[in-house]
């Protein structure tokens, strides 16, 4: 995993508003959508009941919701307010309403795509199936902004449809608190109202097994019982329950217990042996329950940081052939055994691409799973070797909730952006938002702004922009018209990254102007004083990314963890020392001076707008305290080397 701070806070500081954008804040944002204004609705809404039943319990979710917020809303033909009609595409009402307003239901919106249009006092929804149905309602819901008598519709044209068929979302129910059903039944109907479709619980232990009792901690994981009655509420929102059982690493709580330890690849370990006769037979035993309990065409097999492999039972095999080929060689196994059940097996792609030249072996009826977590301009190394070869293959980036108490969204939002534009890029035909709990101290409500940004991404087509996303989760989620959850979001991200990004950088860019001019004057030698340049913006990059780590571990302040802001100080402080030092470069003294003195302004001047952009510093004052700052600093330089 490449993680890149810097990139992290370039990418903000070079962010631009999105251009026009309208009072109508929606998540995800719509393919094409022209608003037409909008409307009090104190007087209420009506909603028409449809004949279908699955487009009735479209219309009775709108319904609630909108209740829940204290509006009026009446069931029926007639009643107060604007009407919400909920339709399908080949019905001859839904077809006038097209032709009326000019508007076309394209072949690419069949399976989930929606149209929204305003057809006098009408909201009028439009799909082919009910899952667009469904989605189409899910945005009504965003067009009514505010709660009560305060409540407005808004009325726009709307043409929707997702980038990508499969848009899921990953709970690990297996190293942290365990949610209960209600809570789950919680997650299914928020993320399906942002046109999630997937939900996949992760188990390594918390499945409660008929065939080994043993394993599940009584209390502690989901039972048959409560599957089926999660899997019949999730289908409901149109949502598929894609249940991942670990089937080769990750299944010590399983192999600690005596009864299993045998088929470990050593003793009460966490992977399983390949070769160990009893190894399939209890991954056959697994999966045929799972398959009795979960109708989704699709189970996740895991098969990731296996990283006991070869160092115990297989150690032979793996010296004589390699890890790579004993790791897909099981893999291979275990898709063969649990083939006949007709499903289609997920895989992590970790372990497989540390053998990139072993990728073409692995079946082409499995479905790949790339992940990783950090920020990076580009994830196209993770995906490529898998679509090069034809496998379908989805992408997995997380929401960074893990090792922590609350999220790294400045983290989580580029890795999620730019894996999931990658993926689409590629023609991956789905994403899983990952949600993990290492060490078990996420709280699950604290994720909710990178688990709604990965639906976003995933449903949007390209690069999802993430400012256009912060300036609606406030309203959106949470109704807030205030904008001071979107602020206190921005104000998280300065005292995480722009902070210590912006005192690295004047430090860097300000300190070293000192001892680099004064080497300069001192010697009138393009060299030494790039010599001297490099050590001190070196020296200073390294004792400031450890005075900014060790100063604060961030559990009381909340300011993340101290060693991403630790390494995005010391780097900045790098750059702004090395951005005057690498002039120096030209062997003329007095050219490379004049190139190093217009580096230091431009540095100075970038300075100044970073505070007043992101620090709530008035530019005219920014800019006065910082070139004083650096001008004294620089004069001081220069009356030392040329004493």
Known sequence: MKSTPVLILLSFLLATPSAAQTDLRLIPQPREMKVEGSAPAQNGITITRPANAEDRFAALDLTNALKERGIRVVSGETGPGARVVLMRADASAAQSVLRRHSL???????????????????IVVIGATAAGVFYGAQTVKQMVSGDGNEARLYRATIRDWPAMRYRGFHDDLSRGPVPT?????????????????????????????????????????????????LVT???????????????????????????YSPLGETAHGHVLAPGQPGSLPLIRQMFAEINTLFPSRFVHLGADETFELGRGQTADRVK????????????????????????????????????????????????AVPWTYGADTSYVRYIAPFRNVGMETWV???????????????????????????????????????????????LFNQTWYGDLFG???????????????????????????SGKIDEAQRRLFVLQIVQPGLAGLMDGSVSTLAPVFAAAFATKSSH???????????????????????????????????????????????????????????PHFYAATVVSVIVVALELAAISYIRYRYMDTPFLAATFQIVVGGVLVFLAGILIGSS
């Open 104 to 122: 076309t239901f394209d072949p690419a919106m069949k399976d989930e795509g929606y149209v929204i249009t305003t057809d006098g006092n009408r």
């Open 181 to 229: 059903l209600d809570f789950q039944k919680k997650q299914i109907r928020t993320l399906a109202a942002y046109k999630v479709n997937f939900f996949s619980p992760y188990f390594e232990h918390t499945l409660a097994y008929d065939s080994n009792p043993l394993i599940a901690p009584p209390g502690g994981a989901m039972t048959h019982a409560d599957v089926k009655e």
């Open 233 to 259: 509420y999730a289908a409901n929102y149109h949502v598929d329950i894609v249940p991942e059982q670990e089937a080769f690493g990750h299944l010590h709580h399983a192999l600690k217990y005596e009864i």
């Open 320 to 367: 004589t052939v390699g890890i790579g080929v004993v790791y897909l060689d099981f893999l291979k196994q275990i898709a063969d055994a649990l083939r006949p059940s007709g499903k289609k097996f997920l895989f992590w792609g970790d372990v497989a691409l540390s053998s990139p030249e072993l990728v073409n072996t692995i079946p082409k009826d499995l479905i």
């Open 396 to 442: 997995a980036p997380g929401v960074s909730s893990w090792n922590r108490v609350y999220p790294n969204n400045a983290v989580a939002l580029v890795n999620i952006q730019r894996f999931v534009r990658d993926g689409q890029l590629l023609g991956a035909t789905g994403m899983i938002n990952t949600s993990w709990d290492d060490d078990g101290e996420a």
């Open 455 to 481: 639906a976003a991404a995933g449903w949007q087509a390209g690069e999802s922009s993430i400012d256009a996303f912060a300036s609606s989760y406030g309203r959106v989620f949470h109704g807030d018209l």
């Open 528 to 586: 030494d004083a790039l010599l001297v340049g490099l050590a001190a913006s070196i020296g200073a990059g390294i004792s400031m990314a450890f005075a900014e780590a060790l100063s604060d571990d961030g559990s009381l302040t909340g300011r993340g963890t101290p060693w991403l802001r630790g390494t995005v100080c010391g780097l900045m402080t790098m750059i702004g020392g090395l951005g005057h030092t690498l002039p120096y470069l030209i």
